[in-house]
């Protein structure tokens, strides 16, 4: 197994400690982060996230530029990041840090695109890449899930919340790269069975 694929199974073993730091009462105390105050075991759960976030990027970068894509790649990277970010925003759900129905629209997009790259795949159609939006989309969930961590750290002495004004945005992402999905794999769907 090669370095990036070893980098994106981390990922996916990271995604329960990552849970298990957010969803047990560890009473550990509070971390003062830059003049914001955060639960240590949720500071310390950031921090696995922003970790499990940056191999998404590590793992791509190296196989691209050492040779080091495999079928076992293409198919693995993209569902570990999508168990990492489903997991983050089901708990911000659960902790009433979010409104859940943004988090069913963005989880919905998810699946959907997921089942028709699965339908491409089945059809031999290949493999739809990820367009600019929705690699934006995956950034600004994921900043968006770190500054929930964090407590909106830098931002607390705003009106707004920045955590929320980027899940909004990554909804809009979410909404308009799954609809430029569709539309480049919809051929899919005017395929005869016989």
């Known amino acids: 197994m090669n370095l990036a694929n070893k980098l994106t199974i981390a990922r996916i073993f990271m995604i ?5 730091l957010l969803t047990k009462d560890f009473q550990w105390g509070t971390v003062d982060f830059f003049g914001t105050s955060i ?8 921090w696995v996230f ?13 196989a691209r530029n050492f040779d080091q894509a495999t079928s076992f790649g293409a198919f693995m990277d993209p569902m570990a990041d999508k168990l990492l970010v489903i997991a983050a925003l089901i708990l911000i759900v659960q902790f009433n ?16 695109v997921t089942g028709l790259r699965v339908l491409l795949a089945e059809q031999s159609q290949g493999i739809l890449a990820a367009a600019w939006p929705g690699k934006i989309k995956t950034v600004t969930q994921m900043l968006s899930i770190i500054f929930y961590l964090f407590n909106d750290v830098g931002f607390t002495n705003f009106s707004w919340s920045i955590s929320e004004i980027l899940l909004y945005i990554s909804m809009l ?18 395929t005869n069975h016989e």
Do not use: N
């Open 16 to 20: 329960p400690m990552f849970m298990v």
């Open 39 to 46: 639960d240590q075991a949720q500071f310390i759960a950031g």
């Open 50 to 62: 922003i970790i499990a976030s940056f191999t998404d990027f590590l793992d791509g970068w190296i």
């Open 97 to 112: 840090w979010a409104p859940g129905w943004v988090i069913v629209v963005i989880i919905s997009r998810e699946l959907m």
């Open 173 to 190: 992402l979410t909404v308009y790269s799954g609809a430029e999905y569709f539309w480049h794999g919809c051929f899919v769907f005017k």
